[in-house]
């Protein structure tokens, strides 16, 4: 008896070193994989064409930015058009899992060994407007590598466990095994037990309390899963909404916050400080909030009902008009009666808002805005600053503003078109935009 307990204890404590070393591996392995995508997307967001060429050059300059990571420049078929540490490389990419994600979904990851350079790698390819795609990728070490890494831990480690395995059986089986079977006996045939020996009463009391304790383990069990598995669907939330629009603001609070703590500052520069960091958090409520409603359009599947667009399109007109009337913005109504649409009271007035706040937003000084209903369409026309020609197809990405300055100003995410886009694909609705740069924009929404 002596021996099996030593070799179960042995062979136990062996199992549990070995698993516990995996599963740290593959938490440290996911963990680092999660790490360098979070890089790789920060990294993407340094990348600007007109700094870095794409070619060689581009490509070792912007790897240079990245310390080291390796940049590969494609074209928009997934042909290598540069790569930082592979130079002669020139076949197409087209068949790899990132290159093909990124040309059709717009960004694609991949974890894999790198056949040119022999080592593995996490990949991050992105898309820009279909005219040519740029991936990053930094290595990182295969989840069996960190496993072989950890053995000499794992060899002390268990050492020690096998030691105290041997001391825990003999023990075992000296002081407790013999009572213990005694009292796992006398508990088979009475429904309460008990013993001479002090050390094993708690056992005894254990027993005798078992059905009360399993219940009670049975509903603590129940309520650790619901928290664990609201604890992940809040984390996986919260990853979806992440984007690199927070980056800027981020970085100015980061910056003042390091300013402040180096001291030194006036105590006017301290109030721009705060007012700076205040803005800029404020600014990353916002972002979630849109970046949540934008989230939340496609999980929509509340029904629509008849809703009387003309008297919600006067009181959202009402409401901007003091925002207009800083600019000294004249908005012309043509509004017709009784302008009923199927939709919801909720999505109407995102789309009717969205428009008219861009048109305010990106309007000149003393400018005009036309808002024309009709029960077939709508009409949101500015003279404001207009789109250039080449941001015409970019008009209702996300995140895309015609000023970034102008938007940043005046809190605008690039999401509002987005939005608005989103909500007229889904009720079945066209929308289009005509625009000449300097002159102004007119959105058409037909219904």
């Known amino acids: 008896m002596k021996w099996r307990i030593w070799l179960l204890s042995l062979g136990i404590t062996l199992a549990c070193v070995l698993i516990f070393g995996f599963a740290s591996t593959q938490v440290y392995y996911k963990s680092s994989v999660d790490d360098s995508k979070s890089f790789l997307r920060v990294y993407m967001n340094v990348f600007d064409r007109n700094e870095y060429p794409l070619n060689e050059q581009g490509a070792a300059q912007f790897s240079e930015r990245l310390n080291g990571a390796r940049v590969t420049v494609m074209d928009a078929q997934g042909n290598v058009l540069a790569d930082s540490m592979a130079n002669e490389v020139t076949e197409s990419h087209a068949d790899r899992a990132e290159i093909k ?6 960004e694609g990851f991949a974890v894999r060994g790198s056949s040119t350079l022999g080592k593995n790698m996490v990949y991050f390819c992105k898309n820009f407007d279909g005219e040519f795609l740029i991936r990053i990728a930094v290595f990182t070490d295969s989840d069996w590598l960190i496993f072989v890494k950890t053995l000499p831990t794992l060899a002390v480690f268990a050492g020690i466990m096998i030691l105290l395995s041997i001391l825990v059986a003999l023990f075992a089986t000296h002081s407790i095994l013999t009572p213990v079977k005694k009292l796992a006996a006398e508990a088979v045939n009475n429904d309460e037990v008990s013993t001479d020996y002090s050390e094993l009463r708690p056992v005894a009391d254990i027993l005798n309390e078992r059905s009360q ?3 009670k383990q049975l ?9 664990a598995e609201k604890a992940h669907s809040s984390k996986d939330e919260f990853i979806s909404n992440v984007t690199h629009e927070m980056n800027t603001p ?6 003042y916050a390091e300013l402040l703590n180096g001291g030194g500052m006036t105590d006017e520069q301290k109030k721009l400080a705060y007012q700076t960091i205040l803005t800029q958090s404020e600014r990353l409520t916002n972002l979630i909030g849109c970046i949540i409603d934008y989230s939340e359009i496609d999980s929509d599947d509340l029904p629509p009902y008849e809703t009387d667009f003309s008297a919600l399109a006067k009181e959202t007109l009402c409401a901007l008009k003091p925002e207009a009337d800083k600019r000294n913005i004249t908005i012309t109504e043509k509004i017709d009666e009784n302008v009923v649409i199927m939709s919801r009271h909720e999505r109407l007035s995102e789309v009717f808002g969205n428009l008219v706040r861009n048109a305010i937003r990106y309007n000149k000084d003393g400018g005009n805005i036309t808002v024309t209903l009709s029960p077939h369409e709508l009409i949101v026309e500015d003279t404001g600053i207009g789109i250039a020609e080449e941001n015409m197809s970019k008009v209702f990405s996300r995140f895309f503003t015609v000023d970034r300055s102008h938007g940043g100003k ?4 690039g999401l509002g078109l987005a939005v608005v886009k989103k909500i007229c694909q889904k009720s079945g609705w066209q929308i289009s935009v005509e625009s000449t740069l300097g002159q102004g924009s007119k959105f058409t929404v037909k219904f």
């Open 101 to 106: 994600d990124a040309i059709f979904k717009g």
């Open 213 to 215: 304790s399993i219940r």
């Open 219 to 227: 509903d603590e069990i129940k309520s650790e899963k619901e928290t």
């Open 250 to 255: 981020l970085t100015s609070i980061h910056g």
């Open 410 to 413: 005046n809190g605008g995410f």
